[in-house]
């Protein structure tokens, strides 16, 4: 073998080297990342069978929906058009539909996508801002939230686009200085008698008793920052308390059975270093969530055993693969279709040395052989 093969060898042992040795770093962590693009991944969403992920990434412009495999495998684009901005993916209870809110920033309607054919069914049409849609479990109501003139109320319509009703009144108001855009969406629990959200200040998590009449009742304690409920397969809700001070910030989840509320709240996880909103699987051991932790709007996956609330509680470090971290900083544009790490950049270097290296060999024999 000539002395030239022998170098290329060389460089790319140590270019396999040097991406094994990250990707196994990255792997081994109990949070997986699903995502990875120059894009903004947020809002992502189970599918009922808990086998697949819906979110929305605005890759190619618009944000659109893409779902994945729970792994990040199998990446499919269900929408997209430069007409069309789809956010906040809801599934149907047999995850065979898609609820979307889609429009512009001010007006805002609810539609359906078909996750096989991909076609879409506007089915409100109210001229107003609608936004985070949701299934009722039999998959024949979608609630949602409206805004229009400085209130924001929680709306719901049938699946066919009737029956469009207010179930809520002044839920929140400019006029009060209260939070009217929504954040989260409303979520039915299993049985789909009730509702769970956030009240008009985004502090208190309500449970709403029935759709046709009545209050919302607060179950999370007052004088706290509580949002982002979730219902449970078994009924409890696992709700977010978010701390903020110049000093820290963190996460708490609770979990709280809204048929006793008497007893006390149980902890889920605590001091999470990441905001919500979460989601949940069914039994609540698997979470979902968005994140700029490596500098970029990425999706990650965790389970919620020891190792992984351990890990949630970690300050956000991403490991090389060679026992050096680095901390994640505010993406900026970039024309390039891939993220530049430190570890691309290293890579970069190798190749400029294998590329110069070859060259000087080449102009030294060419100059022997002259």
Known sequence: MSRMYALRVLYLALAILLVTAHASAVAAGPIRQLTSSTATNVRP????????IAFQSNRDGPYHIYVMNTDGSNLRQITSGNENDDRHPNWSPDGKTIAVDTGSEIRREIALIDVASKSRTMITKLGMTAQFPSFSPDGQTIAFFLYNLGTM???????DGSRAAAVTKELATEANNQCTFACHSARWSPDGSRVAFSDGDNARVLLLASMTSGAPVPISPAGEKSHFPVFLGDGRIVYVTETVSASQ????LWIVDPNNTT????????NIQAQGPFELNKDGTELLF???RTGNFE???VTLDAAGKAALAEKVSVPTGFGVTRTPTT???????????????VLGVLALLAVGLELTVWLYRRRRTA
């Open 331 to 345: 993406p900026t544009s970039s024309v390039l279709p891939f993220q530049v790490t430190p570890e691309l950049v």
């Open 263 to 270: 007893v006390a709240r149980t902890e889920l996880a605590q």
């Open 153 to 159: 109320d929680l709306w719901t319509v049938a699946k």
């Open 299 to 301: 999706i990650y996956a």
């Open 249 to 252: 910030s963190y996460t708490d």
């Open 45 to 52: 969403a189970w599918s009922p069978d808990g086998k697949s």
């Open 290 to 292: 968005f994140s700029p």
